[in-house]
């Protein structure tokens, strides 16, 4: 055993760590030394957006003790942004230890004389987001790890404004969480009368803000039995979804049963993502046996969404995340202006990896579109940037995120579900199908197909592995791409653009972040991106052409996936 994992794990069989801990590092001395080594080998790191990480013992594990310093940690850092006195807001998912972990960050805040909002139960990621605007706290916490496997739990940490923290808070709580060195540097507990438990109320809340983001519920009056199927796959959706789309006025909804119950161990699916169809192959198989309209997902902390949707030959189809994007982010300014109620400052804010047809859709709509850093608290940002100047109406991304108004500072899977249901009545009402909606605007947009990789590195030396790829990318930038120019390649850590056939050189003006795309001379992009949280590298690929007929979808369709593989091919992924 490394000397140095050695002491630490040292530390923790002669420290003030409870005895069910010492054993388990004991057992696994003598039953999986590899294992124990990998749990101590690093402290599990404090990133932008909090912990996540595997559950167990050890120092890179998610613990209570992992816990309890990130929240010492961040208390310090509230109470010292907050001299005149700090409250927080704090939420978990159905995962196994959520709500134990919840409760041990809430009562280190309260032993630091923080006011602590605790939910009574288990509740969307979002609805924390808005709880956390609506007390006027100044911070917030939720415990999940959202759609990662049953073994992983986390950490979110949220600021006064309901979003994840950005800069230059999240790297200034990183050093406060850093200098907490040991668990006796952690107020464990004395300050339990601190804590409020919340709940109904704040639910009675969340759900009128929700139904007030609807556009057009006459439209949902008429279409009221629109066979709806729903999934939360085991997670928190089940706590509130049906209940507001009950409220929006939607009768004929159907819960996949198989799914219903909140269970931490994700009995029916390997992973509780609905990006996976496997995740979704319930609900699938329900909505083709009712013939539903629409089938909806969303994951355990019920911020992100998938729909289903039939196509043209009436199969059951999952659309990606820049397909419900594209849906959402048209319908908003679409039926906003068709209904007399879109502002001349309305704005709309994606990311640099979402599909670049959303600029399309706002430019054709007449509606300013902003384009900020991968994540929701970026999109949080630029709201707080515009507000007062500009009307924001939605933001996304293409990893199945939505964030409708703004009254939450987080994607929102509830609201995303029931306006995407609104959304498929509306199209009803006009004759077809979502499929159909989708087809169309290709024809009068161009078709964009996106396609995402990830490749997963294990062990102590994946994070290792990804840094030396995106050095070899950054070196050694390709001059072409399946034969076509790469005419600009972004650096966000460098925040340096560069054209690579002419040498010139511009600014980028966003904060810095790891990821490089290569934009081509076709319209095709390319981006690569590590993960900040898991030993993770991302590859985003986007192809577009002209879609002249909607009877032409699936031969085009068909070139750009071939496209798309050419791609890969050629970048050797």
Not at 94 to 116: D, L, P, W, Y
Request: negative net charge; aromatic residues 8%; glycine residues 8%.
């Amino acid at each position: 055993m490394d000397a140095a994992i050695q002491a630490k794990i040292d530390t923790w069989l002669n420290g003030n760590f409870d005895a069910a801990t010492k054993d388990e590092i004991k057992k696994l001395q003598k039953e999986n030394p590899s294992e124990l080594a990998d749990a101590f080998y690093r402290n599990l790191e404090f990133g932008t957006g909090g912990l996540r990480g595997l559950m167990g013992v050890g120092t890179n594990r998610m613990n209570k003790y992992t816990v309890g310093m990130a929240t010492q940690g961040y208390a310090n850092y509230l109470k010292q942004c907050f001299p005149a006195g700090v409250s927080v807001a704090i939420a978990h998912d159905s995962r196994n230890n959520s709500r134990f972990f919840a409760e041990t960050t809430a009562n280190v805040f309260a032993a630091n004389g923080i006011k602590v909002y605790l939910f009574e139960a288990l509740r969307p990621t979002p609805e924390l987001s808005y709880a956390i605007r609506t007390l006027k706290c100044q911070g917030g916490v939720v415990c999940t790890a959202s759609h990662n496997p049953k073994e992983y739990n986390g950490y979110k940490a949220y600021w006064d404004d309901g979003s994840q923290l950005v800069p230059p808070h999240d790297k200034n709580v990183i050093k406060e969480v850093d200098k907490i060195v040991s668990v006796d540097d952690v107020k464990w507990s004395g300050g339990e009368s601190s804590i409020t438990i919340i709940g109904k109320e704040m639910d009675e809340q969340y759900m009128e803000m929700v139904k007030e983001l609807s556009v057009y519920p006459e439209v949902i009056a008429k279409h009221k039995d629109l066979k709806i199927v729903y999934t939360p796959i085991h997670g928190t959706g089940i706590t509130l979804l049906p209940q507001v789309l009950k409220k929006f006025g939607f009768d004929n909804v159907h819960i996949v049963k198989e799914q219903s119950e909140p269970d931490g161990n994700f009995p029916t699916v390997a992973y509780p993502n609905p990006e996976e169809s496997e995740a979704m192959s319930y609900g699938l198989k329900l909505a083709e046996q009712l013939d539903a309209d629409i089938l909806c997902g969303t994951d355990p902390d019920a911020d992100r969404l998938a729909i289903g949707v039939k196509d043209s030959k009436g199969k059951w189809v999952l659309m990606n995340g820049n397909q419900t994007a594209v849906l959402a982010f048209n319908y908003l300014m679409e039926a906003r202006k068709a209904k007399g109620v879109a502002k001349p400052n309305d704005m709309v804010i994606t990311t640099i990896v979402t599909t670049p047809m959303i600029d399309a859709l706002a430019k054709g709509n007449g509606v300013a579109c902003y384009r900020v850093l991968t994540g929701f608290k970026w999109i949080a940002a630029m709201i707080r940037e515009k507000e007062g100047k500009e009307n924001y109406v939605i933001g996304g991304e293409e990893s199945f995120g939505l964030m409708i108004g703004d009254k939450i500072r987080d994607k929102d899977g509830v609201s995303a579900v029931a306006l995407l249901c609104e959304m498929a009545a509306y199209e009803k009402e006009k004759g077809r199908s979502l499929y159909e909606k989708m087809i169309d605007l290709y024809v009068q947009y161009g078709l964009y197909k996106e396609h995402l990789i990830s490749i997963t590195k294990k062990g102590m030396d994946g994070q290792q592995q990804i840094a030396a790829m995106m050095e070899s990318y950054r070196n050694n930038p390709p001059k072409t791409i399946n034969g076509s120019a790469v005419v600009q390649l972004l650096d966000y850590e460098l925040q340096k653009g560069t054209n690579p056939q002419t040498g010139e050189e511009w600014k980028i003006e966003l904060p810095k972040s790891n990821v490089l795309q290569f934009i081509l001379a076709d319209g095709s992009s390319i981006s690569a991106r590590p993960s900040g949280t898991e030993p993770k590298i991302k590859f985003y690929f986007s192809v577009n052409t002209k879609l002249s007929k909607a009877e032409d979808f699936d031969k085009v369709n068909k070139e750009m996936d071939e496209k798309i593989k050419a791609v890969i091919a050629d970048m050797k992924l």
